[in-house]
């Protein structure tokens, strides 16, 4: 069953402009998304946009991975499940939910883990919704959000606000001495720095989920982001899944074709199939019982 509630002109309108004129173009986005995988591992991601009240412009939801996890991701699954597994990970509703609506699907980007990863972007139209994520803290250390438009600009304004009080609980530096770096796409953009600081891995948006962020945020305002999405000489996006899709594909054809090795006693060949010998190299007489002693 098809729990999809397509976003509408009515829900849209109730957004500020900016937010309308975004949505609008991630809804007319028609990418091609019809790629058989085969036997290549493949997963979705959740993405989950919204306004709040009195900020105009759309924020993108995002997760800090718990601790105890070796990986972070924005919200993962298999395909066809990526609302199960985000109910799981923030509590987002698992069926069909009034504030809940669909808005487009993007092509698939390939992981580091050689996984498809296919986004599907929702608009949350209600902030009840968006308090009511809770992150499980098996799986999910934070939930936060971060304004669409920032990943175009990579300038923070005020406006933002804070995302996290320094020296508070969510702070993730040490001392007096810090490194403002966002990591954007595969470069890295300095605001201010302090020589051989340390930047924590969990609290960069960087790799997949910021090709993913950015993406979306190029479609949404129609323009490009500011930072280079390629580092020299990588392989645009949408190439790398389909070489990953066809080595897979050549992989499963070479074992599918290989002589399949059928083991006999005699080393005798059945049905024009390869057989080892594993007759012994030695005469052993055969073995008779004794009378006990």
């Not at 953009?189 to 600081?197: C, L, R």
Request: glycine share 6%; with cysteine; charged share 25%.
């Amino acid at each position: 069953m098809d729990f999809r509630n397509p976003v509408t002109k009515d829900v849209i309108d109730c957004l500020s402009l900016e937010a309308q004129q975004c949505i609008r173009r991630l809804a007319a986005h028609q990418p091609d998304v019809a790629v058989d995988v085969g036997k290549t591992r493949a997963a979705a991601v959740f993405i989950g946009l919204f306004e709040r009240p009195g900020l105009r412009g759309l924020q993108v939801i995002l997760t800090t991975r718990a601790k105890t996890l070796r990986y972070r991701t924005i919200v993962s699954s298999h395909p066809n499940q990526t609302r199960r597994e985000a109910f799981e990970e923030v509590g987002l509703p698992m069926g069909y939910h009034r504030d809940l609506h669909y808005v487009t699907q993007l092509q698939p980007f390939l992981s580091k883990y050689k996984i498809i990863v296919f986004p599907v972007v929702y608009l949350m139209s209600s902030m009840d919704l968006v308090n009511s994520l809770t992150a499980s803290p098996d799986e999910v250390g934070a939930i936060w959000s971060l304004p669409l438009e920032y990943c175009l600009t990579a300038q923070w304004k005020e406006e933002y606000g804070v995302l996290s009080e320094k020296g508070g609980a969510d702070w993730p530096y040490s001392d007096e001495y810090y490194l403002h770096v966002e990591q954007l796409g595969h470069n890295v953009v300095e605001d201010v720095g302090v020589p051989n600081e340390p930047i924590p891995d969990d609290t960069n948006a960087s790799g997949l989920t910021c090709d993913i962020t950015l993406t979306v945020a190029e479609i949404a305002f129609g323009r490009s982001t500011v930072v280079d999405r390629y580092a020299k000489g990588q392989m645009p996006f949408f190439d790398a899944v389909l070489m990953a899709i066809e080595e897979e594909r050549s992989l499963t054809e070479d074992l599918r074709n290989r002589p399949e090795l059928r083991i006999t006693r005699a080393g005798d060949n059945h049905d024009g199939l390869l057989s080892l010998p594993v007759t012994p190299s030695v005469e052993v007489a055969p073995y008779r019982p004794t009378a006990a002693l």
